[in-house]
């Protein structure tokens, strides 16, 4: 017998093939020890309902779609920097903020003096926005500490925040993500700690399921970056890296060089790169709050992008300085109105790519038999409202891993 069993619904499956959405009209979900055990049109069943499912539910016609995965967060740190913001708003300079102790060193001082506790307190309530708009999975990286117990701290918070809230959270490490002066006297000295402690270290603790990198003219150069690569393939670690956002570093042909799950920003990214990102399976994950907040003008190049055959994924970039988000939902409709995505690739961005961007896609990121138990039902009248609305969507019921909140 199944656990539960939705009869009446409209499926957006979000698999490729079968047509806008994969969308099944007369749908049934049938749902065992937190598995889809069926998915498919009501008449299809193998039996009737009642013998089929302790608890049969009525759908009344909403729409059932995979649950939403944020694949690009920076969710865990201390402090805000709200009045970094309320400056710029006023006019400041970059140097005004720098001279006044803002910028990602005030991030990486308030982290550094936080205890694994108070970074859980401090990230808990983003988490729970993001659960609230029926999130199943999050993408959570390091990179606040810039030197190792910090980092370390961020990991386990991370995969601590995920067990106590039910939530499936990926763990990357993000130790390159920027060496200023004041944190990291010595850049060379850091790499070297990077890729002969941290990572090791790290590693077989079991705190990283991916490597990071910023690879930037005011980060790391690509042959730093291709250095921290190395090593997170010597511990069987996939890669991702934040490519080409302020300049075209080669930061996409980089990440597909080494098979990298995802080149994330891109704004900057060369048709060559993009081709290379194709061949290599690696997915584009578009960042549009980070492009609205910094008032970027150059939005990454999404037509070439689909020319190039390139997968696109859309996340919310959750974090202190540039995308202070608390939705990934309202990302939808700003990668539709910003770069020119189309509803169902918004979508398609935030459950199938994103789900792929993470190595997950054989378990989650489409409603597909055999996944993990991942969905939301919708009170809409069609998926493309997903990308539509402007903030506050919330479903009416989330199954997060076979766990229903109904
Ligand atoms: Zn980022």
């Known amino acids: 017998m199944w656990d539960h069993l939705w009869l009446g619904a409209r499926l957006a499956t979000m698999r490729e093939g079968p047509g806008p959405y994969g969308v099944i009209i007369d749908g049934a979900l049938g749902v065992k020890d937190g598995r889809i055990a069926f998915v498919g049109p009501e008449a299809d069943l193998p039996g009737r309902p009642a013998d089929l499912a302790h608890d049969v539910r009525p759908a009344h016609g909403a729409w059932v779609a995979p649950a939403p995965i944020d694949c690009h967060t920076h969710i865990v740190f201390a402090g805000e920097r709200a009045a970094e913001f309320e400056m710029r708003a006023a006019g400041a300079r970059y140097e005004d903020i720098h001279r006044a102790g803002g910028g990602i060193g005030a991030t990486v001082r308030a982290t550094r003096a936080a205890s694994e506790n108070e970074l859980i307190d401090a990230a808990r309530p983003r988490l729970r926005a993001l659960m609230a708009e029926g999130v199943s999975t999050v993408e959570i990286k390091s990179g606040y500490g810039l030197e190792f117990a910090t980092e370390r701290r961020m990991l386990r918070a991370a995969r601590r925040l995920g067990r106590e809230l039910g939530l499936r959270v990926h763990t990357t490490f993000l130790g390159a993500h920027a060496a200023p002066p004041s944190l990291v006297k010595d850049k060379a000295a850091y790499l070297t700690e990077i890729v002969e402690e941290m990572i090791p270290a790290l590693a077989s603790e079991g705190l990283v399921d991916a490597v990071d990198a910023f690879c930037e003219s005011i980060a790391f150069t690509p042959e730093e970056t291709a250095r921290v690569f190395e090593a997170a393939r010597k511990h069987g670690l996939r890669v991702k890296l934040h490519a080409d956002q302020i300049s075209d570093r080669g930061g996409a042909a ?153």
């Not at 993009?274 to 190049?301: E, Q």
């Not at 970039?317 to 608390?326: C, F, I, K, L, Y």
């Not at 961007?357 to 039902?377: P, V």
Request: proline share 7%.
């Open 254 to 406: 980089l990440a597909a060089k080494f098979g990298a799950l995802s080149a994330d920003h891109l704004e900057h990214a060369s048709a060559d790169g993009l081709a290379a990102m194709a061949k290599a399976g690696t997915v584009a994950v578009l960042l549009p709050g980070a492009y609205l907040m910094l008032r970027d003008t150059r939005p990454p190049p999404v037509a070439l992008m689909r020319e190039k055959g390139v997968r696109m994924a859309v996340a919310s970039d959750a974090n202190p300085g540039s995308s202070p988000a608390r939705s990934l939902l309202l990302m939808l409709p700003l990668a539709c109105a910003l770069f020119g995505l189309t509803p169902e690739e918004a979508l398609a961005g935030v459950t199938r790519e994103a789900a792929r961007a993470l190595g997950l896609l054989d378990e989650t990121g489409t409603l597909e038999a055999g996944k993990s138990a991942d969905y939301c039902l919708w009170d809409i009248g069609h998926p493309r409202e997903l990308s539509y609305w402007l903030g506050n969507m919330r479903p009416q019921a989330i199954c997060r891993m076979g766990q229903l909140d109904a």
